[in-house]
Nanobody, 125 residues
Framework: QVQLVESGGGFMQAGGSLRLSCAAS????????VGWFRQAPGKEREFVAV????????YYADSVKGRFTISRDNAKNTVYLQMNSLKPEDTAGYYC??????????????????WGQGTQVTVSS
């Protein structure tokens, strides 16, 4: 399994931007599809975006489509989530997760095998 560490969260006003990073160690992330998920207090965890190991395929939740962009730099063993036009409803803990295929990353049973510890994003109105 690969170890993942998220960073880049923080406080932002509505309409602003943040970029989250998911740094991998232990194994090279280039062999893995990587996704971003988020969970707000009192709500279930939800899928945000996923990118294939090659970067050729990306998928987004409807709620973030057109505002968020997932990308990867395999040379740096890092996956990014650029978040623009932030809204208060984007407030959540954001987690990256990895597994060998896009399908496995976005599946709920059993779900991806590697998870980061999360980074908090708070958007004020």
């Amino acid at each position: 399994q690969v170890q993942l560490v998220e960073s880049g969260g923080g406080f932002m006003q509505a309409g602003g931007s943040l970029r989250l990073s998911c740094a991998a160690s232990g194994r090279t992330v280039r062999n893995y599809a990587v996704g971003w998920f988020r969970q707000a207090p009192g709500k279930e965890r939800e899928f945000v975006a996923v990118i294939s190991w090659s970067g050729d395929s990306t998928y987004y939740a409807d709620s973030v489509k057109g505002r968020f962009t997932i990308s990867r730099d395999n040379a740096k063993n890092t996956v990014y989530l650029q978040m623009n036009s932030l809204k208060p409803e984007d407030t959540a803990g954001y987690y990256c997760a990895a597994d060998l295929s896009v399908r496995t990353v976005i599946s709920t049973t059993p779900g991806p095998r590697s998870w980061g510890q999360g980074t908090q994003v708070t958007v004020s109105s």
